[in-house]
């Protein structure tokens, strides 16, 4: 594992020193900035670059908030404790007792406290406790333990469905079985007009910056009185009966706060497969990507699939050098395939825990399609 130490440095010297070295003795790579930036002060962009190359990011919380970067107005902790949320990266906190705390990093500490969820921490007043507590939960990380908990709701939560919806939708009349995935945040009061609004200016931003689209696809937004949208085109043309992988069509962000993707699932010349393989790493590639755009933040989110179209998807092998010689397609008149949304899981689920997540989901999806009964 690639283990990201986050702190300010002043008033943690010998702890964070003291934690690369026990790092690597775990068989682990310790990253921080120490040792990869010959300043006293980190770069930002060079902190946040190592960060989305580590699986666990710990955080040390100190007497001392550290240097303010003009372009965010706060520290790089705190850059990078808001990026390891919205990755839902593993995320350890290790607060010192018996030292007076700034007020900049009171408050700092009180936003991390604020989480109760999602979220390991603990406290130390020595180097060598909290040497013994980083070891005891490493060796948990090591034996496998879920970045993930869940927790079964109360109530029904107020999702949408891209296919009830014929507001916007690109892609209508044509019969095209998609792949939906949505991630609701719970406690969430919903995003204003004017928050709305600034977030629709940079959505086509936020999306090219994950480097799943390519550069020259053209994006195209839209606006409704309750979510804003952005349509993806099909990649290059091919001949009809080439075999194409899923693609992303359509990423919508409500004001409930809800993001939803769509995605047209895996087909070839005999038409769309419903791929009990290949099904659940397009869902976790589509949670992740939901992750990367920073748009989430709160800790326990709901996610939910479904198929549209699904009586036009066959449930089979997708191949992605030659397709099929025959098909089995449902007798049944159209239907749409959705996943029961009963239980809440932590932020995780848009980064280390993708995969987890995607299991359930898609063997959901194909277990109620009526070609697999």
């Known amino acids: 594992m690639n283990i990201f130490i986050s702190s300010a440095r002043r008033g943690l010297e010998e702890e964070r020193d003291s934690l690369s070295g026990l790092i690597s003795a775990l068989g682990h790579m310790p990253v921080r900035f120490e040792d990869f930036s010959a300043q006293t002060t980190p770069s930002r962009e060079a902190c946040l670059a190592a960060l989305a190359s580590a699986d666990v990011c710990l955080f040390l919380l100190g007497p001392k908030y550290g240097h303010i970067f003009p372009e965010t107005g706060q520290s790089a902790t705190h850059d990078e404790w808001m990026a390891a949320r919205a990755a839902g990266m593993t995320r350890l906190v290790y607060r010192k007792l018996n030292v007076e705390f700034e007020p900049a990093q009171v408050d700092f500490t009180r936003i991390v406290q604020a989480y109760a969820t999602g979220v390991f921490r603990d406290s130390f007043e020595t180097t060598s406790e909290l040497q013994t507590k980083v070891v005891q ?197 159209n239907f749409t395939l959705r996943t029961e949304a009963d239980e809440s899981v932590t932020l995780a689920a848009l980064g280390a825990g993708a995969e987890e997540v995607a299991g359930p989901l898609s063997r959901a999806l194909v277990r109620q399609h009526r070609t697999a009964r």
Do not use: M
């Open 137 to 333: 939960k490493i060796r948990e990380l090591d034996a496998g333990t879920s970045p993930l908990s869940f927790a079964r709701l109360t109530e029904s939560p107020d999702l949408r469905w891209t296919v009830d919806d014929k507001g916007i939708n690109p892609l209508a009349g044509n019969n095209v079985p998609l792949l939906e995935l949505h991630v609701l945040p719970l406690n969430f009061v919903g995003h204003s007009d004017r928050e709305l609004e600034q977030i629709s200016a940079s959505l086509v931003d936020r999306i090219r910056t994950t480097g799943l689209i390519r550069g020259d696809v053209a994006l195209t937004p839209s606006r409704s009185q309750d979510h804003v949208a952005v349509s993806v085109p099909s990649g290059r043309p091919r001949s009809w009966d080439a075999p194409q992988p899923g693609e992303l069509s359509e990423v919508r962000l409500y004001k409930t706060g809800q993001v939803s993707t769509r995605a047209t699932l895996p087909k070839d010349g005999l038409g769309s497969i419903l791929d009990p393989e290949a099904l659940p790493q397009q869902i976790a590639d589509l949670l992740k990507f939901i992750g990367s755009l920073n748009i989430v933040q709160q800790d326990r989110i709901v996610v939910a699939a479904g198929v549209s179209c699904s009586a036009l998807a066959s449930v089979d092998r997708f191949n992605p050098h030659q397709s099929r010689r025959s098909a089995q397609l449902s007798r049944h008149s």
